[in-house]
């Protein structure tokens, strides 16, 4: 081997430079308008609910692609941001540079933290059925305009797993699991309850399905500086997500600082109390994302 690249080296030299060359050149003269505007008219084209801009496109050698200000927004209403990054990396697999299947990997930079993984398709074409997995670091929500989806702010720091099986036009349609956990952070109440416009809490764990247009909160823990609570049940989506249908119970387990901490008349306090019932306090959402109904029972 070391002789044949002994005999060889003028001409490995050469393939060097060439590639060299050739690299430099297709970084210089890279279409980046083309494809910029190649992948947003295929968002356009798609019948998928979202539309997707961005703002540069640039190659990530050695095989990839660099998006900057890459953005996915409602069609419907352009406002409604579902997802941003500052920097998106996408790059194909060995199978798609050998083989030809469709398999891609990515890496974005979004809200002071990082999300990656890789989507593999069924056929080779973006519109192809597809599954994916993503693994979250470090996403401040804060940063996130849930306002304009749910109709509420929610602050913490979000780390977990998402996988996800099915079409970017019928999202809803596809099936998916989530194990996520959002630690030291403040969730905004969009109707207040027991007199509180929000609850501070160190940290959230959620583990969620997704089948059959329904997503199945299996496990929803929260442990906070003045209680604990759980929840569960279903949410049933709709095109527009802050009309999707609440059917969830919980309970909530006051810390005894809660209630110093709680405003409102003693009258106030000593109802809470009395209904207590082992420590706990039961109560059932419906309505929707935007419009929750919340009553104790």
């Not at 297709?26 to 083309?34: D, H, I, K, M």
């Not at 059925?129 to 749910?150: A, H, M, Q």
């Not at 309850?193 to 609850?199: A, F, G, N, R, Y």
């Amino acid at each position: 081997m070391k002789q044949l690249i002994r005999k060889n080296q003028k001409w490995f030299g050469y393939m060097l430079y060439a590639v060299i060359i050739t690299a430099g050149l297709l970084y210089l003269r890279f279409p980046s308008g083309l494809i910029k505007d190649y992948l947003e008219t295929r968002g356009e084209r798609s019948n998928s609910p979202f539309s997707v801009s961005i703002g540069q496109v640039s190659p990530s050698l050695p095989f990839g692609l660099k998006l900057q200000e890459a953005r996915v927004a409602q069609r419907a209403n352009p406002n409604k941001i579902i997802f941003q990054a500052d920097r998106f990396f996408i790059k194909p697999t060995i199978g798609t540079l050998l083989v030809g299947n469709l398999n891609l990997c990515f890496e974005g930079l979004a809200y002071d933290g990082v999300l990656e993984g890789c989507a593999n398709f069924i056929e080779k074409s973006l519109q192809a059925p597809f599954s994916t997995s993503i693994v979250l670091k470090d996403i401040r929500l804060g940063k996130y305009d849930l306002r304009s989806l749910i109709g509420r702010h929610v602050e913490g720091t979000l780390h977990g797993t998402v996988a996800y099986n099915g079409k970017n036009d019928l999202f809803v349609e596809g099936s998916g699991e989530a194990d996520l956990r959002l630690s030291d952070g403040r969730l905004e109440l969009l109707q207040p309850i027991l007199s509180l416009d929000s609850i501070d809490f160190n940290q959230v764990s959620v583990k969620m399905a997704l089948q059959n247009r329904k997503i199945n909160l299996t496990q929803v823990a929260l442990e906070g500086p003045n209680m604990r609570g759980t929840l569960s049940g279903i949410i049933s989506l709709q095109k527009d997500i802050g009309k999707s249908r609440l059917d969830l119970r919980g309970t909530i387990e006051p810390f005894a600082d809660f209630f110093k901490r709680l405003p409102g008349t003693r009258d106030t306090v000593k109802l809470f109390q009395r209904r207590l019932k082992r420590g706990t306090l039961s109560f059932i959402i419906r309505g929707t994302l935007t419009e929750p109904s919340i009553q104790f029972t």
